[in-house]
Each structure stands twice: as structure tokens, then as C-alpha cells.
């Protein structure tokens, strides 16, 4: 029998904030959004007294956290990123078939374990992660991946683990589930689905006028429909069925300057173009944008886009740059206050699977340069060299007064025990 697991951190970014600062357990904690602006991560504590409104605006709640003593974080992503591939190195050792669904999910698949206690596998699996990062992790099992979503719910308000292997425990599940907590069912889809008196898990499974699904929530529902029915329809994707990559930031100040935007593009093209090679990957275009602040009201407003195709893959951070300030050249207006900016590698494939092509003219990449200097970032802390690019005031920075150290990745960030 095939099992599908799906492992999910409790309030990741909280908690990998709660890893290295342990006398924060047992206290409300929040994390902010790029420039400190919006709430974006809460751990239980931090919801039992008010708190939990996703991207509810850091102003609006400050009294609260006043009042309360809320320990508060920016985002602290370089963490999050390096915390992330440590669980997800760890559940490669429980499972050859793994899909990174998000930085804090992962789906797992069981093939053969038949004989197995898959409950006590479960709690192995959530003591390791414990045990090796200080993560608590929820994990739950059933027969298909949208079954394993709801055992998943279902662990995190009991032990941590949670196992659905027959339809009479499947069903008991399904029964107190709300229909528009299911994984991929949206609150447009959920409205449709309460206009024909379904609001739980287990009346949507149950639904037999599969036309009206079919019509109503399109190839995607009725697929759903069967997971719920222990069918599975969804399997687990390989890392090279990834499609793009990216990076994007608003700024932390206002930027008004073609030598500004052209340094934060310089930026997130290395950060792109790092990601790239360390999923051993290549990219075929590069798409980059600009765009001013659209909440301003009375300013006036522009967004454009670009993008530029390689004739063979890379994954080399200055031919990315260069395309990107490319871009740049075509779509910059001046006269603008821009906000945001960002860059997407696109059409990916594993850099094994490369062709070159004999009539390309353009440099090739410089795969020794950069791995010397992934190596020596990876050393040393992340930037320890980039391009001058990238600048280096850097005035456009995203704001993060409440950023934590960079414990993992930085040796003059590390933690000190005194």
C-alpha cells in the first residue's frame, strides 16, 4: 500500500526565531514582513491573545504587543532558508520519494511499508528534526497527498502525528472537517460548494452529481474529490519539475534612480542565481520588473516588465546581472518613486541536461569563478564577495530593525554561550 506523509514546521518562522533564543518559550511571538510593515507569522501564544491576522499592518498592533510583552523579529530569511534544508536533508533519510512543497512542507511518500508502524515511524521521524534543529514539526499520514494535508491539521492539535489508513477512520476525520480547509479549496470554491449544502470534508466526498464538481470547480476539484476518496490523482513531483526561481524586495526606502534600481536587480539576480546552482540547475530566460508604490495614493504609478532569453543555460551570476540591467535599460522611466523590484529565472532544467549551442556568441559561463565564490560565501557567511554591482550603501535596503543574527551562516553572527 502507498502512503503519502506530509511534515509540516509549527510556526516555522517563529520558530526557528525560538531555536536559538530559547527563554522566548512560552511567550508570544511575531514575525514581520520585508520592511517591517505587516504581521506574517504568530506562534500560539501570540494568537490566544488577539494576534493572527495575517499581514495585519505593524502599526495597528503595536499597543497589543506593548501590553502583552510580544517579542518581535523581521524577517529573517538568510535563518529560515538555512533551517529549511536542514529539515529537508533530514527527511530524505526517512523516505527516497520527497517533494519540497514549501520552505516549511515537504510531502512524502511511502511505498512498501506495509508492514511498518507508521504512527511510531511518524514520531522517529518528528524526534530526529526535534532533536537535530529544535524544530517542532506536525506530521500526518493517509492514502493520498489531500488526505495527508487533513491528517497533517489533525496531528498539530494532538500529539504531532497523525495516521489515516482506513475508510472508517478516514471518515470520522472528514466528518468535523470544514470543507474550505481542504487543501486547494478556495474561498471562491467553498462559497460554490455551500450552495450545495456541503460544508464538510466528508459531504464533498460523498457528493455523488460529479458533473456539478466538475463544472463548478473545473479538473482540479473533482481530482481533489477522488483524493478525498482515497484515490490519489496527485503525485509526489521531483525537484527538477520546478519551473522558476526568483527573487523579489520592496525597498526599504524610496528609490527614485536608474543606479539604485540597477543595483538592487544586480542583488537579486545573485540571489537567484545562487538558489539556481544549488539545485544544480540552468535557466533559459530572465524576467525582471519595477514598480512603484500602488498604496501611495496621489503619486503617480508605473509597473513594466522585460525579460531576455539565453541561447543555452545558465546559472552564472554576472551573465544574469547583465541581462537584467538590460532589461533595466529598456523599461526605466525616470521621474517615478519606485518600490519594488525583482527577477525570475525561468524555464529550468537540470544543468547536466545542458546543451550548448556551437554558433553562440556570447561568453560562456564562469563555473570555476563561481563556484570559488559559493564556496567561500557558504565559509565565510552569505555576501562575503559579490559583485560591486550590487553597490554597496546600498540605501534601498530593506528595512528590518528587529532582525535577529544570522546564526547559521554568518561565523561573526554565531552564537556565543557566555
Avoid at 499581514?55 to 538555512?82: G, R
Avoid at 507508521?118 to 528534526?129: A, D, F, H, T, V
Avoid at 536587480?265 to 546552482?277: H, N
Wanted: glycine share 6%.
Amino acid at each position: 500500500m502507498k502512503l503519502f506523509g506530509l511534515v509540516d514546521c509549527n510556526s516555522f518562522y517563529c520558530s526557528c526565531e525560538r531555536v536559538f533564543r530559547p527563554e522566548l518559550r512560552g511567550r508570544p511571538v511575531i514575525v514581520l514582513s520585508n520592511n517591517d510593515g505587516c504581521a506574517i507569522a504568530f506562534t500560539k501564544e501570540a494568537k490566544e491573545i488577539g494576534l493572527g491576522l495575517m499581514c495585519e499592518p505593524y502599526f495597528k498592533i503595536q499597543d497589543k504587543i506593548k501590553k502583552h510583552n510580544v517579542a518581535v523579529f523581521s524577517s529573517n530569511y538568510t535563518l529560515y532558508d538555512n533551517m529549511s534544508r536542514r529539515v529537508m536533508s533530514i527527511l530524505r533519510d526517512f523516505t527516497p520519494r520527497l517533494e519540497i512543497y514549501s520552505v516549511d512542507e515537504a510531502f512524502l511518500e511511502f511505498d512498501g511499508f506495509d508492514d511498518w508502524d507508521l504512527e511510531e515511524y511518524g514520531k522517529k521521524i518528528r524526534s530526529e528534526i526535534l532533536h537535530q534543529t529544535g524544530l517542532p514539526v506536525g506530521i500526518g499520514l493517509s492514502l493520498t497527498k489531500v488526505l495527508s494535508k487533513v491528517a497533517n491539521k489533525i496531528a498539530k492539535k494532538r500529539t504531532g502525528v497523525f495516521v489515516m489508513k482506513n475508510e472508517v477512520e478516514i471518515d470520522q476525520a472528514l466528518r468535523s472537517f470544514p470543507v474550505e480547509d481542504i487543501w486547494g479549496i478556495g474561498r471562491a470554491s467553498a462559497t460554490k460548494l455551500h450552495m450545495l449544502g456541503i460544508k464538510t470534508a466528508y459531504e464533498f466526498k460523498v457528493y455523488r452529481d460529479e458533473k456539478m464538481i466538475q463544472r463548478l470547480l473545473t479538473k482540479t476539484g473533482r481530482e481533489i474529490q477522488e483524493e478525498l476518496r482515497g484515490v490519489s490523482c496527485l503525485s509526489v513531483e521531483a525537484p527538477q519539475d520546478k519551473k522558476n526561481t526568483g527573487a523579489s524586495r520592496s525597498f526599504g526606502a524610496s528609490v527614485y534612480t536608474k543606479k539604485e534600481l540597477a543595483e538592487a536587480l544586480a542583488e537579486f539576480s545573485s540571489l537567484a542565481a545562487e538558489k539556481l546552482r544549488r539545485q544544480k540547475s540552468v535557466c533559459f530566460s530572465l524576467s525582471a520588473f519595477i514598480q512603484t508604490n500602488f498604496f501611495k495614493d496621489g503619486n503617480p504609478q508605473y509597473y513594466n516588465s522585460g525579460s531576455f532569453n539565453f541561447a543555452t543555460g545558465t546559472s552564472d551570476t554576472l551573465r544574469l546581472i547583465k541581462a537584467a540591467h538590460q532589461i533595466l535599460d529598456q523599461i526605466y522611466r525616470p521621474g517615478f518613486e519606485y518600490k519594488k523590484a525583482g527577477v525570475l529565472l525561468n524555464h529550468l532544467i537540470p544543468q547536466n541536461q545542458n546543451q550548448l549551442d556551437l554558433f553562440d556568441e556570447h561568453e560562456g559561463d564562469r563555473e570555476d569563478l563561481n563556484q570559488v565564490i559559493d564556496l567561500i560565501n557558504k565559509k565565510f557567511g552569505a555576501r562575503t564577495i559579490q559583485s560591486a554591482a550590487c553597490g554597496i550603501g546600498q540605501n534601498w535596503k530593506t528595512v528590518a530593525n528587529y532582525r535577529s543574527a544570522k546564526y547559521t551562516t554568518s561565523w561573526d553572527e554565531i552564537l556565543r554561550i557566555k
